[in-house]
């Protein structure tokens, strides 16, 4: 079992920046995937980025690619999502998600995939 504990949401006008945090509890001695997925207003999950164990493997939705940067520190347990040049649209509930990898470069865009969710954090962007 893996909990997950994501912070660093809020508030932030069109163009700024917010940092995400998810820190890893529990069974974290195995290799396991992270990634990012957020769900608007009346509409699906979508996936956001995502990241291999190993931290050398990294994929992004095109709707954020360039703009924000997931990356991970193990010896902390922790995974980050730096989120730069945002816009109204980003407008989401953000959540990251765990699942056990067989090997270090695995990484996955399904979010049917990940077995462990965090409780979401709130990032409104006004405009």
């Known amino acids: 079992q893996v909990q997950l504990l994501e912070s660093g949401g809020g508030l932030v006008q069109t163009g700024g920046s917010l940092r995400f945090s998810c820190a890893a509890s529990?069974?974290?001695?195995?290799?396991?995937?992270m990634g990012w997925f957020r769900q608007a207003p009346a509409k699906e999950r979508e996936f956001v980025a995502a990241?291999?164990?190993?931290?050398?493997?990294?994929y992004y939705a095109d709707s954020v690619k360039g703009r924000f940067n997931i990356s991970r520190d193990n010896a902390k347990n922790t995974v980050y999502l730096q989120m730069n040049s945002l816009k109204p649209e980003d407008t989401a509930e953000y959540y990251c998600?765990?699942?056990?990898?067989?090997?270090?470069?695995?990484?996955?865009?399904?979010?049917?995939?990940?077995?462990?969710w965090g409780q979401g954090t709130q990032v409104t962007v006004s405009s």
């Open positions: 998600g765990a699942r056990y990898a067989s090997n270090s470069y695995y990484y996955t865009d399904k979010y049917y995939e990940y077995g462990y």
């Open positions: 990241i291999s164990w190993s931290g050398s493997s990294t």
């Open positions: 529990g069974r974290t001695s195995s290799a396991y995937a």
